[in-house]
């Protein structure tokens, strides 16, 4: 039992915390990830899916005005829209989803 403040542990101000997290990321920075973008889904039983052929159209399961998914490596990350950038596909962040809600709340594609 501790009979004053002298003994208690010493607590991190937060500029020691700042530089841990900071080192941290650094040792990630090299990191690679896959980057992907869901546009949306279906589902087709697979003689439906055998079926198609050039010019057929598949209906996903999304407006054409609702944000795209950005997964890395399977983790939902972000939500975005489709932009062009010298004639390429790009995808411009339009909201970062919260990790406040923990790996169980967040969607997870394999």
Known sequence: MMSDMKEAPKVK???EITVGLDNNLDLL???SLRLSVEVGSASLKLSEL???SK???VELDRQT???LDIFANGT???RGEIVNVDGRFGIRILEVVANDRGI?????RS
């Open 55 to 57: 010019g057929n159209v």
């Open 50 to 52: 055998l079926a198609l």
């Open 65 to 67: 005005s609702d944000p």
């Open 76 to 78: 939902l990350i972000a």
């Open 13 to 15: 101000d937060a500029a």
């Open 29 to 31: 920075s090299g990191v």
């Open 104 to 108: 169980g709340g967040v969607d997870r």
